[in-house]
């Protein structure tokens, strides 16, 4: 199997978040096919070390600092940064980037909430509206969110961030359903997945040969979302 239909060679990718986990993975990914990819993180020197590490491997991968719960960082990322390393066409966009506050709903504070809600889900959305044009221009633009299965079943301690990934569903979280039972005892895969496992399929979404597939949201989660209810 092979061909321009399953490659991503000649095409730019943003990937947010991308020095470590599951970010880190998607870079490799994307790269590793054919990409010239851009990210971001917070920590200046994790991102240095990382873009040392892809120099070596001869991935065209470049990186810039940037906190995604400020919207003026965000449109300097995207209206310079990357504009200005695409010549104004991107056509692959990864929400990745996410952060977690791990205490009982009770517990959070204003700045907690504020804080994940900002980084979550103001930020995507905002990421989007300001890559419009640079996806446009490119002729073939994909955009794919990195989501959690938190914003579908409950999951103890994360309510807050929940609502940050599926909002519909924050009746769950709320409720008392808690117990002390072992989230890997409800994943018929018996482990939890690894940061490439991820990657994979967001590489092939992001492929001429996904083209059609739009609108979807795929559970990439060892079975976990149809046996957990």
Known sequence: MG??????NGMTALVTGGSKGIGRAIVEELAG??????????????????????KSKGFDVSGSVCDLSSS????????????????????????????????????????????????????????????????????RGSIVFISSTAGLLAIPFVSGYATTKGILFFRWLLAPRFKSVSIMSRVPAERMAEPDEISSVVAFLCMPAASYISGQVI???????????
């Open 219 to 229: 559970a990439v989660d060892g079975g976990y979302s149809v046996c957990g209810f």
């Open 72 to 139: 003026s960082q965000r449109i300097k990322l995207v209206l310079e940064t990357v504009a200005s390393a695409f010549d104004g066409k991107l056509n692959i966009l990864v929400n990745n980037a996410g952060i977690g506050v791990f205490k009982k709903c009770l517990d959070w504070s204003p700045e907690d909430y504020s804080s994940v809600m900002a980084t979550n889900l103001v930020a995507p959305f905002h990421l989007c509206q300001l890559a419009h044009p640079l996806l446009k221009a490119s002729g």
């Open 3 to 8: 061909g321009p239909k399953w490659s991503l």
């Open 33 to 54: 096919l054919g990409a010239r990819v851009h990210t971001c993180a917070r920590n200046e020197k994790e991102l240095g070390d990382r873009l040392q590490e892809w």
